[in-house]
Nanobody, 123 residues
Framework: QVQLVESGGGLVQAGGSLRLSCAAS????????MGWFRQAPGKEREFVAA???????YYANSVKARFTISRDNAKSTVYLQMNSLKPEDTAVYYC?????????????????WGQGTQVTVSS
């Protein structure tokens, strides 16, 4: 089992920045994929960004060039740096981890999920 705890959400004005953190614990040595998803009210959960064990990264088109995913293996932590935030980025952001090589943008590729952290961007 892998446990994931997100932090760093909050309220920010449009154009501002936030950095989300996801601390992993448990059987983290099996983890191949780490990703971020988000869910806005009344919408389905959507892919945001992912990083593999070999540090390959992948982003949704809507956040490319604004968001950066990174990892600190020594701390078993994944980060999501979010810049130039827009009101449409408002959502609950979830961290996810997967044990196998699979399509990074699919939620079904991930086995473990955090509780989520709220990000609200005001206009």
């Amino acid at each position: 089992q892998v446990q994931l705890v997100e932090s760093g959400g909050g309220l920010v004005q449009a154009g501002g920045s936030l950095r989300l953190s996801c601390a992993a614990s448990g059987r983290t040595f099996n983890v191949y994929l780490m990703g971020w998803f988000r869910q806005a009210p009344g919408k389905e959960r959507e892919f945001v960004a992912a990083i593999t064990r070999s540090d390959l990264t992948y982003y949704a088109n809507s956040v490319k060039a604004r968001f950066t995913i990174s990892r600190d293996n020594a701390k078993s932590t994944v980060y999501l740096q979010m810049n130039s935030l827009k009101p449409e980025d408002t959502a609950v952001y979830y961290c996810a981890a997967g044990d196998r090589r699979d399509i990074l943008s699919l939620s079904s590729s991930y086995d473990y999920w955090g509780q989520g952290t709220q990000v609200t961007v005001s206009s």
